[in-house]
């Protein structure tokens, strides 16, 4: 299982990517709509809004069980801003699916994704359990699909 954890540096977010506001609502809304539960309501760009989405079982590839879809991710949208502190992406760490899947992932984010800020492990009860630095085949398979 992969976690995503953003340096502590981003604290105010991630830019939205395009920097265009009406094409980031779009791509905003896209993002949520296809790898998280139905957005109600859309966001929209001139007030801030933030949603606790769990995982679309559609849209990832292979879960490591059903409950992982349980972890909910917490998300503030800003006029130009994405914030999170980190989430699951319940998904193999060894799957070649996973890897296809994190490229159409990262390339769907209205944010910028980097190999360096992706953990590996197993979450343990509702807890995130103990998190490891990838070693270095799976930085360099992560580092290869990441747009």
């Known amino acids: 299982m992969f976690s995503y954890r953003p340096p502590k540096s981003s604290c105010w977010g991630h830019a939205i990517r ?3 506001p009406l094409k980031a609502k ?3 809304n896209a993002f949520f709509e296809t790898y998280f539960e139905r957005l109600d309501p859309e966001w929209d760009t001139t ?3 933030t ?7 559609s849209a990832l590839p292979s879960i490591e069980s059903p409950e992982d879809l ?8 800003t006029g130009n801003r994405i914030i ?3 989430f699951w992406i319940p998904i193999s760490c060894t799957e070649s699916a996973s890897y296809e899947f994190l490229r159409k992932f990262s390339a769907d984010a209205p944010f910028k994704m980097s190999a360096k800020h992706f953990r590996v492990g197993l979450p343990v009860g509702q ?7 990838p070693d270095a085949e799976i930085t360099a398979r992560l580092q290869s699909v990441l747009v």
């Open 51 to 57: 949603l606790t989405l769990s995982w679309r079982a």
């Open 84 to 86: 999170f502190l980190g």
């Open 47 to 49: 007030r801030q809004l």
């Open 127 to 133: 807890d995130l359990g103990t998190l490891r630095k």
């Open 70 to 77: 349980q972890h909910k991710v917490l998300f503030i949208v």
């Open 26 to 28: 779009q791509k905003v």
């Open 18 to 20: 395009p920097s265009d």
